[in-house]
């Protein structure tokens, strides 16, 4: 028997032999397929759950996150063919507010659904790996919505992403590496503000997100009930989950975001289970608003969340809009020590009250606090786009415009938007605080073992890193200048 490893060998030296016969053999490029951190292999105790749960290391995956809660979830395909729940990874921030992003600089991390292939892969991140959500999506799109480089990444720092810990973002990326080889052409990642439960959805009722809220619980459901990954379309600025051809028809439905829907069916058996659901769940729900639910804050001020896990190792720090509601949540007890490193310039979101302090009379306030720094990203010079990308263009995968942007050596993703004042949202000032202090971000460590097989520490100053390219991961083209391509970000 031909062991797996070796097959895996064969395929890779194929893609890389096809590229160099497409795009013309690029040494520099062969060698960034070499990457250490990138190819890091699944953690040996992940790999055992896998099998336990009757997976495939190289079956297809689906990931959710929940900003409320603050959770983002791996989901991989077992061996009867449906979904199951892998791993839930504690997010160590999120920034801006619940509900969607629609225009660059606001902050917001998106929530919707999104398509993630081989090309929004970045290993070349300055959060040490990430890959990027494909913000904004045709149904974004369509309603005028901005916004580019929305990742989820490392490093514990969000202007606008998901992220995670380098040890957290090692693993996830594995994940998807593993299921690329294993065929999968991209898996779904399904953004949200809470878990959409009744009580949740009694919580937030006034909220004006309500509609697009109860619009993507639909898709919510729909993997709820079937445990397979819904189909999306969009039409009539809608999403639209499960479409088939009606009876008859000849040819699949065209689908637009901008204009009126085709013809369509969804399955009866799907039909009839999210009905039924959607049905249990709105009878809860009337319970709950009857029996007087309270209702959440809206503008808070506070600025995304952090998971319980992660603020409790932090001195001084607060969940701020995360909180886990009514769901079990991830136990504190399961993470000792805490899954990865927290970094020593992680900023947490403000705690409640914080501008009631800065406010204080100089008598009573508190001693003076620094500010926090303001961290630039180095931007390193344009990259050639590599054999990979030219070969997934050819072969029909990826290419779209939010993957065609991800960064290559320079820090692309959230922190980067902090270069410019006028979208920093500042801390509160306390007496005699000093003024903010620009500094140039130290790079990210080239290689961190996975969460499951290593201890955390709270690093104060990050190491040197390490610019690779794996196979399936594609650097993107970088505008003129820094001011063109970052200011404004997210």
């Known amino acids: 028997m031909i062991n797996r490893a070796f097959v895996r060998v064969l395929m890779t030296s194929a893609a890389l032999a096809a590229g160099a016969l497409l795009t013309g053999c690029n040494s520099d490029q062969v060698a960034l397929a070499t990457s250490a951190k990138a190819n890091q292999p699944v953690p040996p105790k992940l790999v055992a759950t896998i099998a336990e749960k009757d997976m495939d290391t190289q079956s297809p995956i689906l990931v959710r996150v929940f900003k409320q809660e603050a959770e983002l979830e791996v989901w991989k395909q077992d061996r009867s063919g449906r979904f199951a729940l892998l791993k839930t990874y504690p997010i160590c921030r999120w920034s801006g507010d619940l509900g969607p992003k629609v225009r660059e600089g606001d902050r917001q991390a998106p929530e919707g659904f999104y398509s993630i292939n081989p090309s929004q892969m970045n290993p070349q991140s300055a959060y040490y790996l990430s890959f990027n959500t494909g913000y904004p999506n045709a149904f974004d799109k369509a309603l005028g919505r901005s916004g580019s480089q929305l990742m989820v990444h490392g490093d514990c720092s969000s202007r606008g992403c998901f992220a995670m810990t380098d040890e957290q973002i090692a693993e996830i990326y594995a994940l998807g590496r593993e299921s690329f080889f294993g065929g999968q052409r991209a898996f779904q990642f399904q953004a949200y503000p809470f878990r959409m439960t009744p009580v949740n959805m009694a919580r937030h009722r006034n909220n004006p997100n309500m509609p697009f809220w109860r619009m ?42 901008s204009a009126k829907c085709p013809a369509y069916v969804v399955p009866d058996e799907i039909t009839a289970a999210v009905r039924d659901k959607q049905q249990a769940d709105e009878a809860e729900y009337a319970k709950l608003v009857a029996k007087g639910t309270p209702v959440a804050k809206l503008n808070t ?99 779209n415009a939010a993957a065609d942007t991800t960064a290559a050596t320079a820090k692309p993703e959230s922190r980067t938007a902090e270069a410019k004042p006028s979208e920093v949202k500042p801390a509160p000032k306390p007496v005699a605080a000093k003024p903010a202090e620009t500094r140039q971000a130290a790079a990210r460590p080239p290689f961190k073992p996975a969460t499951s097989d290593a201890p955390a520490t709270t690093a104060s100053a990050p190491a040197q890193t390490q610019t690779a390219l794996v196979s399936g991961a594609v650097p993107v083209l970088q505008s003129n200048s820094f001011d063109s391509r970052f200011a404004g970000f997210k």
């Open 216 to 257: 993507i619980k639909e898709g919510y459901d729909h993997f709820e009930v079937t445990r397979q990954e819904p189909k999306v379309d969009f039409c009539e600025k809608k999403y639209v989950f499960d479409a088939q051809k009606p009876p008859g028809a000849t040819h699949d439905p065209v689908f637009d975001a």
């Open 301 to 399: 001020g506070i600025d995304g969340g952090m998971n319980p896990i992660f603020a409790n190792r932090v001195p001084g720090a607060s969940t701020g809009l995360s909180d886990a509601g009514e769901a079990p949540g991830l136990s504190l007890a399961n993470f000792t020590p805490a899954p990865g490193t927290i970094p020593g310039h992680v900023n947490p979101p403000r705690a409640p009250g914080a501008d009631e302090v800065a406010a204080m009379p100089a008598s009573a306030a508190p001693a003076p606090v620094a500010a926090p720094s303001t961290r630039v990203a180095a931007v390193s010079a344009p990259e050639k786009p590599s054999f990979m990308s030219s070969l997934a263009r050819k072969v029909g995968i990826g290419g």
